[in-house]
């Protein structure tokens, strides 16, 4: 979709000179599936803010005659990050606490026998910014985050000399990422990376 029509880089391929609509940060929704007894929907609706995935890949070296060859090895996975508002009757770390302690019970020391005792998946959407009753309806692209779990949270700060809001702060580490291009953006079809 083209933003303006006279304005843009001309590429000299006989593309006409025109800028695209540019993704939106404030448009995104962050939906679980699995997270802390199944209270996603309420910790979807208190996300202040969510990065996406990245990877690195291992650097493989190939020595040879007069030069080197460098290839792409195993990949890892960057992990993202879901700051959270608090609430005052403590929703939002309800689901975070169940989350943890199906992972690991501090209380009394035991942890799930298998990642899959423990491990959610959960989207991160982009939005277009329309509104619509169907869950897909508005998506301009997803990342499908599979085998996720809760490594590290920090639980806010509290200052008299603030107005802010407290806030949570959670890395999420996952085993796989999916990138899916709805077929609903304009101009895309359906893609994976």
Same mark, same amino acid.
């Given at each position: 979709?083209?933003?303006?029509?006279?304005?843009?880089?001309?590429?000299?391929? +006989?593309?006409?000179?025109? =800028?695209?609509?540019? &993704?939106?940060?404030?448009?995104?929704?962050?939906? !679980?599936?699995?997270?802390?007894?199944?209270?996603?929907?309420?910790?979807? &609706?208190?996300?202040?803010?969510? #990065?996406?995935? +990245?990877?690195?890949?291992?650097?493989?070296?190939?020595? =040879?005659?007069? @030069?080197?060859?460098?290839?792409?090895? &195993?990949? =890892?996975?960057?992990?993202? #990050?879901?700051?959270?508002?608090?609430? =005052?009757?403590?929703?939002?770390? &309800?689901?975070?606490?169940?989350?943890?302690?199906?992972?690991?019970?501090?209380?009394?020391?035991?942890?799930?026998?298998?990642? @899959?005792?423990?491990?959610?998946?959960?989207?991160?959407?982009?939005?277009?910014?329309?509104?619509?009753?169907? @869950?897909?309806?508005?998506?301009?692209?997803?990342?499908?985050?599979?085998?996720?779990?809760?490594?590290?949270?920090? !639980? +806010?700060?509290?200052?008299?000399?603030? @107005?802010?809001?407290?806030?949570?702060?959670? #890395?999420?580490? !996952?085993?796989?990422?999916?990138?899916?291009?709805?077929?609903?953006?304009?101009?895309?079809?359906?893609?994976?990376?």
């Amino acid at each position: 979709m083209a933003v303006l029509t006279n304005f843009g880089v001309p590429t000299g391929n +006989g593309d006409t000179a025109t =800028t695209l609509m540019p &993704k939106l940060q404030y448009r995104f929704r962050v939906t !679980f599936n699995g997270l802390g007894n199944n209270r996603g929907p309420l910790v979807t &609706k208190n996300v202040v803010s969510a #990065t996406r995935p +990245g990877i690195d890949h291992d650097a493989v070296l190939i020595d =040879t005659y007069n @030069s080197r060859i460098h290839l792409a090895g &195993k990949h =890892t996975w960057q992990d993202v #990050t879901i700051v959270l508002r608090d609430d =005052t009757n403590n929703d939002v770390i &309800k689901a975070i606490q169940e989350q943890l302690v199906d992972q690991v019970n501090h209380l009394d020391g035991s942890s799930a026998k298998a990642g @899959s005792d423990y491990k959610f998946s959960m989207n991160i959407e982009t939005l277009d910014g329309s509104q619509s009753t169907s @869950s897909s309806d508005g998506v301009i692209d997803k990342w499908v985050l599979i085998g996720a779990f809760i490594p590290a949270i920090t !639980f +806010g700060d509290l200052n008299y000399a603030t @107005s802010e809001v407290v806030q949570v702060s959670m #890395t999420i580490r !996952f085993d796989h990422a999916e990138l899916v291009l709805t077929p609903n953006a304009v101009g895309s079809q359906n893609a994976t990376l």
